[in-house]
């Protein structure tokens, strides 16, 4: 996905959820003729400062020693980004996260204000909107938004609110802790800092981008390619 506006006012956020709905198009996997040659870099980056906390708390996996560090900008409404969370993530996850090869961190790079609406939400914690949800709160609720992404993205009524408000139900939001989030001020403007410094400092343009070991690379990866690239690495 490429982006259009860095960043998000309130207005635009409420207003774009109220009413906006999208057209997903179809997540596209690696080839499986080339799943295993490692995935072309678009560059260096300063890995000493990408490692470094911006303005929201990491949301991290994995021992902060890992040999291999993958921090991803994403976004909640991309297709490609759903296809590697929900093809790719759960096995890089077992194989290299679980056992301390990698560390892997997600940071927030929404391009509209439904994907920003998403990422709010998955960082409020549902009982107490005022305070941030903990990785461990994070992660599940970032991988069932993926999972779910046409059924609140795209409701066949186009009305997204309540598309998304009933997604995140299950997460145990209510309506009033929903809007205390989406109504958050503070958040909205540390998640377009997120946004900022990673398009200033990484020149991240497009989801989803990894930045691994002081390397860019853009686009979804598969299983295959992702490993071969870490194995690479070790």
Known sequence: MQMNDITMTRRALLGGVAVTALCLALP???SGAFAQELPESQGDVDMAEAVKPGPLPEMALGDEKAPVTIIEYMSMTC??????????FDTIKTKYI?????????REFPFDPVATAAFMLARCNPQNPAELATPAQYF????????????????????VRSALLQ??????????????CLTNQKLLDEVNQVVKRGADEFGVNSTPTFLINGKKY???MSVESMSAL?????
């Open 167 to 180: 997604s995140v139900k299950l997460a145990g939001y209510s309506q009033q802790s929903f809007e205390a």
């Open 140 to 159: 599940p609720m970032v991988s069932m938004l993926f999972k779910q992404q046409r059924t609140w993205a795209a409701p066949a009524d186009g009305n």
């Open 218 to 220: 853009s686009g979804d």
């Open 28 to 30: 596209l996997g690696a």
């Open 79 to 88: 297709p490609h980004c759903a296809n590697f969370h929900n093809v790719t």
């Open 98 to 106: 679980d056992t301390g090869k990698a560390r892997f961190i997600i």
């Open 230 to 234: 870490i194995d690479s690495l070790l």
